[in-house]
């Protein structure tokens, strides 16, 4: 939508999210009526609950907000103008961490993999908290996702349904990756349920008692 398009704020250590939401709109006071940007809150920080998802604010893109924005009341910006400079604007707001996983089929056609990613996405009957899309990358179908909330759909559950619908059309998982960052809870959560520690503890990780004592 803008110059900059997205500033998420994630609780990591130390704060909650009701602390990145503070945040969040302070942020953007700021910066829409400091810097003249118009700003969406979304996710935690939304003031309206149609703003919750950042599919549905960034919807049309910088060309169809500018054409919107002073046209249509419920798409008036929270904080700034209710126009679109140079600039563009600017969707703000407070979210858990996202994880970006990408699984990989034993296949080079994508129909498998775009039929797997509908039937796993939220917005097509699939799982809460998981967005999905099928393609093609290096000549192999992969299912590249973003799961927007690890703690309430976990890594294992993605991955045991993708299992599932693969094996509908005679296939299997080949490998997945990350990209970039993921909480190390994420983690922990996949080792309890692949070896079924049932009573599996952060504590019990020994680089983390080796961090606490300090």
């Given at each position: 939508?803008?110059?900059t398009d997205?500033v998420?704020?994630v609780?990591i250590?130390?704060?909650?999210?009701?602390d990145?939401?503070?945040?969040?709109?302070q942020?953007?006071?700021r910066?829409?009526?400091?810097?003249?940007i118009?700003?969406?809150?979304y996710?935690?920080?939304?003031t309206r609950?149609e703003?919750?998802n950042?599919?549905?604010v960034?919807?049309g893109e910088?060309?169809?907000?500018?054409?919107?924005?002073t046209a249509?009341p419920?798409?008036?910006?929270?904080?700034?103008?209710?126009f679109?400079g140079t600039?563009?604007?600017t969707?703000?707001?407070?979210?858990p961490a996202?994880i970006?996983?990408?699984?990989?089929l034993?296949t080079?056609d994508v129909k498998?993999?775009?039929?797997i990613a509908k039937?796993i996405?939220?917005?097509s009957?699939?799982?809460?908290?998981?967005k999905?899309m099928g393609?093609?990358?290096e000549?192999?179908?992969?299912?590249?996702?973003n799961l927007t909330?690890?703690q309430?759909?976990?890594?294992?559950?993605?991955?045991?349904?993708i299992?599932?619908?693969?094996?509908?059309?005679?296939?299997?998982v080949?490998?997945s990756?990350?990209?970039g960052?993921?909480p190390?809870?994420a983690?922990?959560d996949?080792?309890g349920?692949?070896?079924?520690?049932?009573?599996?503890s952060?504590?019990q990780?020994?680089e983390?008692?080796l961090?606490?004592?300090?």
């Amino acid at each position: 939508m803008g110059a900059t398009d997205v500033v998420p704020f994630v609780p990591i250590r130390g704060l909650t999210m009701q602390d990145c939401v503070a945040l969040a709109r302070q942020l953007g006071e700021r910066v829409g009526n400091k810097l003249g940007i118009p700003v969406f809150l979304y996710e935690a920080a939304a003031t309206r609950p149609e703003r919750r998802n950042l599919a549905d604010v960034r919807r049309g893109e910088y060309e169809g907000l500018k054409a919107e924005i002073t046209a249509k009341p419920d798409r008036a910006p929270d904080f700034g103008p209710a126009f679109l400079g140079t600039a563009g604007a600017t969707a703000i707001g407070a979210r858990p961490a996202l994880i970006a996983y990408n699984v990989y089929l034993n296949t080079d056609d994508v129909k498998p993999a775009k039929a797997i990613a509908k039937a796993i996405r939220h917005s097509s009957g699939g799982l809460r908290y998981v967005k999905a899309m099928g393609l093609i990358v290096e000549g192999q179908a992969q299912i590249s996702m973003n799961l927007t909330d690890y703690q309430r759909t976990p890594l294992h559950r993605v991955t045991e349904l993708i299992r599932s619908e693969a094996a509908r059309f005679g296939l299997a998982v080949t490998r997945s990756e990350v990209v970039g960052l993921l909480p190390a809870q994420a983690l922990i959560d996949a080792a309890g349920f692949y070896l079924q520690l049932t009573e599996l503890s952060p504590s019990q990780i020994l680089e983390n008692r080796l961090s606490d004592d300090r």
